[in-house]
């Protein structure tokens, strides 16, 4: 099956049946949130989640070479007054199944308007839930440092005696921080909360994140050249970043519209030459603010 920067109509788990093991770097996806979006792609009852999900996870594991990773957008929704636990639910299926949940980001919307509710304010986040296969995975930090901020100023101005050697961590976690390490530095790690807006264009997808959200991603878990697949690719957000950042890419989706749709947003796109996807950084690798001494 020619899979290799293709959208492919059909229903991921079975789509995914005719790709070899081992053959994506990254996963990245936002499946169909339970029971919401009924009058377009139809809703899983939130109590049947895990059991729907599951066997195109099992897909996705075997796909998934051992150093890639996959990222999970999702967010349990209320039922009844609460907070559904599909989701927690779904994390220790996983794990039953041998992924590792390694970690877990925060997708802040930035550009959400007030409202008001009885007993709960504006939900104003996702979560993004990262799975491994083994502990050693591919990440490539520095591809997504950022500005080190006005907090510098002031904080590597003074530094104390501490500040100046690696303080180990007193609780025994094995992390320590050589505060003095960032004077001078431009650029800093991120932590795992983005700041981003929603999309707000319209791409007649009613569910489509923003590009710079994949993009994060991509970039810090791929390198040009690798494959990134989507299995629920809506209006083919993530495929299209891919290409841009010279990522082979492979989307999928169960609906034809969306099959059309993002094949039109990819028509024309080249996979970014290597030279010209991304410049290389720089600067140096600097000591991780907070290192693992393991
Ligand atoms: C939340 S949307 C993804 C939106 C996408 N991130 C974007 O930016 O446009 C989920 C998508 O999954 C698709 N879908 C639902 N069940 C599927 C299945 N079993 N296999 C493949 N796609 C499926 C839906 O048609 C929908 O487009």
């Not at 569910?207 to 494959?227: H, N, Q, S």
């Not at 492979?250 to 039109?264: F, K, P, Q």
Request: hydrophobic share 35%.
């Amino acid at each position: 099956m020619d899979y290799l920067d293709q959208i492919i109509h059909g229903d991921c788990e079975e789509v995914l049946t005719q790709l070899p093991d081992n053959c994506v770097d990254l996963i990245f996806t936002s499946p169909p949130y339970a029971d919401q979006r009924k009058n377009t792609y139809g809703g899983i009852h939130p109590d049947d989640y895990v059991d729907w999900f599951m066997p195109k996870a099992r897909q996705f594991y075997r796909v998934l070479k051992s150093t890639g990773t996959f990222v999970l957008n999702i967010k349990e929704r209320v039922v009844k007054g609460e907070r559904h636990t599909y989701v927690i639910e779904l994390i220790l299926a996983m794990r039953r199944e041998g992924w590792l949940w390694t970690e877990e980001f925060m997708w802040h919307k930035k550009n959400s308007y007030p409202g008001k509710w009885p007993n709960r304010f504006r939900d104003n986040w996702e979560r993004l839930i990262q799975f491994n296969k083994k502990r050693k995975f591919n990440m490539y930090q520095e591809s997504v440092m950022v500005p080190v901020g006005d907090w510098a100023k002031t904080r590597l101005a003074n530094l104390s005696d501490t500040d100046q050697i690696r303080d180990e961590s007193n609780v025994g976690s094995g992390f320590g921080k050589n505060v003095s390490n960032w004077v001078g530095r431009d650029l800093v790690y991120p932590n795992n909360v983005l700041h981003l807006a929603t999309e707000c264009a319209n791409r007649n997808h009613s569910a489509a994140f923003p590009t710079d959200l994949p993009r994060w991603f991509i970039k810090l878990f791929t390198e040009v050249g690798d494959t990134v697949l989507d299995p629920f690719v809506g209006s083919g957000t993530t495929a299209l970043v891919a290409a841009e950042l010279g990522r082979h890419y492979i989307g999928i989706d169960l609906m034809a519209d969306y099959v059309d749709l993002s094949r039109e947003r990819l028509a024309g796109i080249q996979i970014a030459l290597p030279i010209a996807a991304e410049p290389t950084a720089e600067y140096d690798v600097c000591e991780a603010q907070e290192e693992r001494t393991e």
